[in-house]
T-cell receptor
Framework: SQTIHQWPATLVQPVGSPLSLECTVE??????LYWYRQAAGRGLQLLFY??????ISSEVPQNLSASRPQDRQFILSSKKLLLSDSGFYLC??????????????FGPGTRLTVT | GNSVTQMEGPVTLSEEAFLTINCTYT??????LFWYVQYPGEGLQLLLK?????DKGSNKGFEATYRKETTSFHLEKGSVQVSDSAVYFC???????????????FGRGTQLTVWP
């Protein structure tokens, strides 16, 4: 069965410090991968998605970046964090079921607090 | 465009009460429809799904039926428990035979609190 891991689980970082969040998927190959952010008030915002190694698309302009160095690894980074980067970061992997239908599964999330 | 609208809540119920959380969507064709549940401090769990019209998704006593005519996917449970307290998200993935993206469009979530 497929599993998705994220680390760290929680992180407290000062403004201006760098960031690296990691996501790995097991039990599947060539998945679509996604980074979402959930700010206070629980709305979910898609940040990045990837359909393959080295292929990254951004949904919103920001000071975050993403990379996919391996098929099942997705990394979210920042060179200098802002207070507004605080939130709950969720990684997800997507699976195409056929006939144009899909499903998507989420990791446990990383709680980031920028101080 | 693609969008999901769900009742804002919060919804507060007594244990064993009947639950309905309304969800309607806007999309072309036949999107895949989902309900996700998020317990405090955790990630999202896929609760149920339906991929074509008139399909009924069900899991853990929850049900939702894909209604193309009303573009709805309302979540129901006949008898809620305290352990069902969580935030529930309705979502869709557009049908696009040519795309490998499969991105999700979410509603804003509905907080459910069940009292004993």
């Amino acid at each position: 069965s497929q599993t998705i891991h994220q680390w760290p689980a929680t992180l407290v970082q000062p403004v201006g410090s760098p960031l690296s969040l990691e996501c790995t998927v097991e039990g599947t190959s060539n998945p679509n991968l996604y980074w979402y952010r959930q700010a206070a008030g629980r709305g979910l915002q898609l940040l990045f998605y990837s359909v393959g190694i080295g292929q990254i698309s951004s949904e919103v302009p920001q000071n975050l970046s993403a990379s996919r160095p391996q098929d099942r690894q997705f990394i979210l980074s920042s060179k200098k964090l802002l207070l507004s980067d605080s939130g709950f970061y969720l990684c997800a992997w997507g699976n195409r079921l056929g006939q144009g239908s899909y499903e998507q599964y989420f990791g446990p999330g990383t709680r980031l607090t920028v101080t | 465009g693609n969008s999901v609208t769900q009742m804002e809540g919060p919804v507060t119920l007594s244990e064993e009460a009947f639950l309905t959380i309304n969800c309607t969507y806007t999309a072309t064709g036949y999107p895949s429809l989902f309900w996700y549940v998020q317990y405090p401090g955790e990630g999202l769990q896929l609760l149920l799904k339906a991929t074509k019209a008139d399909d009924k998704g069900s899991n853990k006593g929850f049900e939702a039926t894909y209604r193309k005519e009303t573009t709805s996917f309302h979540l129901e449970k006949g008898s809620v428990q305290v352990s069902d307290s969580a935030v529930y998200f309705c979502a869709l993935i557009p049908a696009d035979r040519g795309s490998t993206l499969g991105r999700l469009y979410f509603g804003r979530g509905t907080q459910l609190t069940v009292w004993p």
